[in-house]
C-alpha cells in the first residue's frame, strides 16, 4: 500500500458523518515524524463533517507520533489510545477531541462480523437437522 | 494476615496492614496504587531496626487515617518510652506525617527507617507476578529518592521526599535523630507517582498526571456532597448507618478518567478502581435519587467511548458500550485488551435504560438529544451484533480467545450459567436478564423517541419489538414443569434450566407477564434461593450450587437491591421489604458497608452473614444498594414533573423521612412508616 496514513485520511474527509458522532466539533493536528521531518496533518471537524489539509495551524488537539505508528493505526494493526497510554503518542490540548476521533480508526484487518461466524457453524447443524427431518 | 487498611482518591488508593506497612503479597493487593500500577511494593517503618506493633487506627476520612504504634513485640508494648504516629492522607499524591513521641525524662538516640521499593506490576499481574520486561531503576539524590520504570517509552516513577533531613539509599530513607526529653520529631514524608513522562531529559506531555488536592479539599468536597445528598432520619439505626456509610464510600469511589471532567463512579476497591460500563451504570441506576451528578458525566463518558467498529481482541462492535477500561502496562502493550475492553453484552441495554431513568428525575432533555445518535446505535446493536444467533434475542461469546471473559453477563465467572445437572451449555449463550434489559432498553428508548427526538414511528416500531420479545421470551424461557425462568437459552433453544436469582432482574425490566409474576416472587423468597440474608445466585440443590462460589450460591447486596426493585414493581411489597430488611440487617455486621458477595449459607445456621472470601469493599454497587432500597420501601418514583411517593415498609422498621429528594420537581420530602410498632396509624397511611 502507498501511504496508509495519506488513505485513511482521505477516507476520514469522506466518510466523516457515518464515522463520527453528528455534533463532533474541534480541530486536531497529527504531527508525524519520518526521517527527521514532520508531516502535519491539520483536521477541522464541526458536526461531524472532515476537512483535512496540511497546514502548520493551532489545534484543540495536537498529537504527535512517529508516522511508522500511525500508519499501523491507519491500517487498524495498532491502537491509538494503547499507543497514547505506553507514551508511544503525545497529544497536548483537548484528550476528549482525539477518543472521540478514535472512531474513524479501522478495525485490525482480517477481523469479520461475528455473525457471520456463528452462521458459518451452524448452518452445517442446521442443514444435518433438515436431513434428520426428512428422513 | 494482618487486617487492611486502605485511604483512597478516585484511582490512586493505599492499601497497608493494620500498622500502615506495606509488604508484598500476592493474594491481596497491598501497595500505592495509581492508574493500575502499584508504586510503592514496600512501606516498611523501623525504629532501630526493629518493626513497630499497633496500638489503634482511626480511618478518620477515605482519604485519611492515623496509626499508632510502638516498638516491640505486642507482648512488651505496655510500658513502652517511644510511640510513633503515622498520619497518611491521599488526595493525588500519597502524604505522610510521621511522628516519633519520646516519653522518657531523658534525650534518646536512635534510628528511624522507611524500607521503599516498588515493583511496577500492574494491576493484572499482583496475583500472578511476572517478571518484568522493563528495567527499574532507583535514582538516590541528595533531597529525593526516585524509584523509575521503563519499557521502551512506557515510563513510571515514583518520587519520595521529606521535610525533615533525611539520608536516601537505594532501599529506603533513615533518619538519624537525637529527641529530647518528653519531646518529639515529625517528618512529612511525600510519594508523588507520575504516570508518564516524568523526569527525563526528554519529557513528553504529562496531561495524565492527575489534578492533585490536598486533604482540605477533599474535606470540603466531602461535605458538599453530603450536604447536597437528602437527609434521612429513620427508627432503623442500622439504615441510617449504612445511608450514612454509602453516601460517604459512594464519594470515595468517584474517580475521574483520563479525560478529565466531572467524577464517576469507579466500581470497586482494590480490584476494580475504574469505569466499569455494567457497573457504573447500575451504580448510577440505584443511586439517582441520591446522587444525581453521576448519572449525566457517566453516560456522556460511555457515549464518548461506545464502539463504531469491530475488534475481536476488544470485543467491539459498532454500538456497543464498553465493558472495562484500564491504563496500566499490559493494556499499553496490547497484552490485554482494555484500551477500553467491550466485553459485556448487558452494558449497552443499560446504557438505554440509564439515560431514560435519568430523563425521568431531572428532566434533562438536552441529554437525551446530544445522545439522540448514541442511544439509536446502543438499541441498533441490540438487534444486529447481540443477535448472534439471528433469533432476536441477545447472545455473547467471546472472540477474545486469550484473555476474553467467556460470561459477558454480570454473573462473569466461567461456571457462572449452568443447567441444573451442573453441566456447562454451549456458546453462544443467552441468558434471561439480558432479554430483560434488551425489553426495557426498547420500552424506554420508545419513550425517549416520543418526548425528546420527535419520532413517533421509531416509537412505535421499538414498541411493537418489545411486546414480541416479551412474548417470544415468556414462551421459550418459561419453566413450565418448575415454573420459573430459565438462567438461560442454549444454542438449540433448550432451557438452561438452573434455578437462579436472574430471573428477579425480569421483574425490574417488566418482562414477565403478570399472572406469571407470584410464582417467581415465590421462588425468590423460596428456602432454595432466599437464605434469609438475601437471595442467593444459585439455588441450593442445583448442580453447582456452593454457598461460597462467587457467583453460583453467595448473595450480592447490588442483585437483591434490583429484585427487591422489581417486586416492588409487580406489587410484592411485602416480599421486597423482606429483602431489603435482610440487606440492612446484614450491613450491620460490616459496620454498614455491604460488601460485593456474602456467603450463601442459611441463616439459621451463621448467625451473621459471612463475607466472601476475596471481595471487594467497598464495592459501588454494593455501595449504592442501601440507596435503591429506601427507594423501594418508600415507592419513589417520578410521574412527569412530580415526585410520587407511596412508602411500604417492613413491620418494625418504624418511621423513615428522607428529605430534600433532588429532582425536576426541585427537592422533595418523603415519608413512610412500618406497621406494628406505630399500631395507632391508620392502615390506608401504610399501604
Not at chain 1, 485490525?108 to 461475528?114: L, Q
Not at chain 2, 493525588?92 to 538516640?109: I, K, P, W, Y
Not at chain 2, 462460589?549 to 416492588?568: E, K, M, Q
Request: proline share 6%; glycine share 8%; hydrophobic share 35%.
Amino acid at each position: 500500500m502507498a501511504d496508509p496514513t495519506a488513505e485513511f485520511f482521505a477516507r476520514v474527509e469522506q466518510r466523516g458523518p457515518d464515522l463520527l458522532p453528528t455534533k463532533a466539533r474541534g480541530t486536531l493536528r497529527f504531527d508525524l515524524r519520518r526521517d527527521g521531518e514532520v508531516d502535519h496533518w491539520f483536521v477541522a471537524i464541526n458536526r461531524g463533517n472532515v476537512l483535512v489539509s496540511h497546514e502548520l495551524r493551532d489545534a484543540d488537539c495536537v498529537v504527535a507520533t512517529d508516522k511508522a505508528l500511525f500508519d499501523r493505526c491507519a491500517l487498524g494493526e495498532a491502537q491509538v489510545v494503547a499507543a497514547y497510554n505506553r507514551n508511544d503518542v503525545t497529544v497536548q490540548g483537548n484528550l476528549p477531541l482525539l477518543l472521540m476521533f478514535r472512531r474513524a480508526f479501522p478495525s485490525p484487518p482480517g477481523t469479520r462480523d461475528p455473525r457471520e461466524r456463528i452462521r458459518e457453524r451452524f448452518a452445517g447443524r442446521g442443514r444435518e437437522r433438515e436431513r434428520e427431518r426428512q428422513r | 494476615m494482618k487486617p487492611l487498611v486502605s485511604i483512597l482518591d478516585g484511582n490512586t488508593f493505599v492499601v497497608s496492614d493494620n500498622r500502615g506497612d506495606i509488604d508484598p503479597s500476592p493474594t491481596f493487593p497491598t501497595g500505592l496504587f495509581s492508574f493500575d500500577t502499584r508504586f510503592l511494593s514496600k512501606w516498611e517503618l523501623t525504629v532501630d531496626g526493629k518493626r513497630l506493633s499497633v496500638l489503634s487506627v482511626d480511618d478518620l476520612q477515605y482519604f485519611e487515617s492515623q496509626f499508632f504504634l510502638v516498638p516491640g513485640e505486642p507482648t512488651h508494648y505496655v510500658d513502652a518510652k517511644l510511640s510513633v504516629i503515622r498520619h497518611r492522607t491521599i488526595g493525588g499524591s500519597f502524604q505522610e506525617e510521621l511522628t516519633v513521641l519520646n516519653h522518657r525524662d531523658e534525650a534518646v538516640e536512635l534510628t528511624v527507617r522507611l524500607n521503599v521499593e516498588s515493583d511496577f506490576a500492574d494491576l493484572f499481574e499482583i496475583k500472578d507476578v511476572k517478571e518484568k520486561v522493563g528495567g527499574t531503576t532507583v535514582l538516590v539524590e541528595a533531597d529525593r529518592l526516585r524509584l523509575c520504570y521503563q519499557r521502551e517509552t512506557f515510563r513510571r516513577e515514583a518520587i519520595v521526599t521529606s521535610t525533615a533531613p533525611a539520608q536516601f539509599d537505594q532501599g529506603g530513607v533513615s533518619f538519624a535523630l537525637r529527641i529530647g526529653p518528653h519531646q518529639q520529631w515529625q517528618t512529612r514524608l511525600r510519594v508523588e507517582t507520575l504516570v508518564e513522562g516524568a523526569g527525563g531529559r526528554d519529557i513528553r506531555l504529562s496531561i495524565q498526571r492527575h489534578h492533585s488536592r490536598s486533604p482540605e479539599e477533599l474535606r470540603q468536597d466531602l461535605d458538599a456532597w453530603l450536604d447536597r445528598a437528602p437527609k434521612l432520619s429513620s427508627d432503623s439505626e442500622p439504615l441510617t448507618e449504612t445511608y450514612e456509610r454509602s453516601l460517604i464510600d459512594l464519594a470515595a469511589l468517584r474517580y475521574t478518567p483520563l479525560v478529565s471532567g466531572p467524577p464517576l463512579p469507579a466500581a470497586g476497591l482494590p480490584w476494580f478502581m475504574t469505569m466499569f460500563g455494567r457497573d457504573s451504570l447500575i451504580t448510577c441506576l440505584q443511586s439517582l435519587p441520591f446522587t444525581p451528578e453521576l448519572a449525566g458525566p457517566t453516560l456522556r463518558y460511555l457515549a464518548l467511548a461506545q464502539g463504531v467498529s469491530l475488534d475481536d481482541f476488544r470485543e467491539r462492535e459498532p454500538g456497543k458500550i464498553l465493558h472495562e477500561v484500564r491504563y496500566g502496562e499490559s493494556t499499553a502493550f496490547e497484552e490485554q485488551p482494555h484500551s477500553p475492553y467491550y466485553g459485556s453484552a448487558d452494558s449497552t441495554p443499560l446504557f438505554v435504560i440509564l439515560l431514560d431513568e435519568y430523563e425521568r428525575w431531572s428532566g434533562d432533555r438536552e441529554l437525551v438529544q446530544t445522545l439522540e445518535h448514541e442511544a439509536r446505535a446502543a438499541l441498533h446493536w441490540i438487534d444486529r451484533y447481540a443477535d448472534l444467533m439471528g433469533n432476536g434475542y441477545v447472545w455473547f461469546e467471546r472472540r477474545n480467545l486469550r484473555n476474553g471473559l467467556e460470561n459477558q453477563c454480570w454473573k462473569d465467572s466461567w461456571d457462572a450459567i449452568s443447567y441444573s445437572d451442573g453441566r456447562l451449555p454451549a456458546f453462544p449463550r443467552a441468558t434471561c436478564e439480558l432479554q430483560g434489559y434488551a425489553y426495557d432498553a426498547k420500552i424506554r428508548g420508545a419513550r425517549l423517541a416520543r418526548l425528546c427526538w420527535q419520532d413517533l414511528v421509531y416509537a412505535e416500531q421499538l414498541e411493537r419489538e418489545a411486546a414480541d420479545l416479551k412474548e417470544r421470551f415468556n414462551r421459550d424461557f418459561w419453566v413450565s414443569d418448575g415454573e420459573y425462568y430459565a438462567l438461560a437459552l442454549d444454542t438449540e433453544g433448550g432451557q438452561v434450566d438452573a434455578l437462579s436469582s436472574n430471573m428477579g432482574h425480569l421483574l425490574w425490566s417488566g418482562i414477565v407477564d403478570d399472572d406469571r409474576a407470584a410464582k417467581v416472587a415465590e421462588h425468590l423468597l423460596g428456602p432454595r434461593l432466599f437464605s434469609g440474608w438475601g437471595v442467593r445466585t444459585l439455588a441450593e440443590g442445583e448442580g453447582r450450587y456452593n454457598p461460597i462460589g462467587y457467583h453460583v450460591g453467595t448473595v450480592w447486596p447490588f442483585d437483591n437491591s434490583l429484585i427487591a426493585w422489581g417486586l416492588r414493581r409487580y406489587g410484592f411489597r411485602h416480599e421486597a421489604g423482606q429483602i431489603a430488611e435482610a440487606m440492612i440487617d446484614a450491613g450491620r455486621y460490616f459496620d454498614g458497608r455491604l460488601p460485593e458477595a456474602f456467603a450463601g449459607y442459611d441463616r439459621a445456621l451463621t448467625k451473621y452473614p459471612v463475607q466472601y472470601p476475596t471481595a471487594c469493599s467497598p464495592q459501588a454497587w454494593s455501595t449504592g444498594t442501601p440507596m435503591l432500597l429506601i427507594r423501594t420501601l418508600l415507592g419513589l418514583d417520578p410521574h412527569g414533573e412530580h415526585l410520587v411517593v407511596d412508602p411500604a415498609l417492613p413491620e418494625g422498621m418504624g418511621r423513615m423521612e428522607l428529605l430534600d429528594i433532588p429532582g425536576r420537581w426541585g427537592l422533595i420530602d418523603a415519608f413512610g412508616r412500618g406497621r406494628a410498632e406505630h399500631s395507632r396509624t391508620p392502615p390506608h397511611l401504610t399501604e
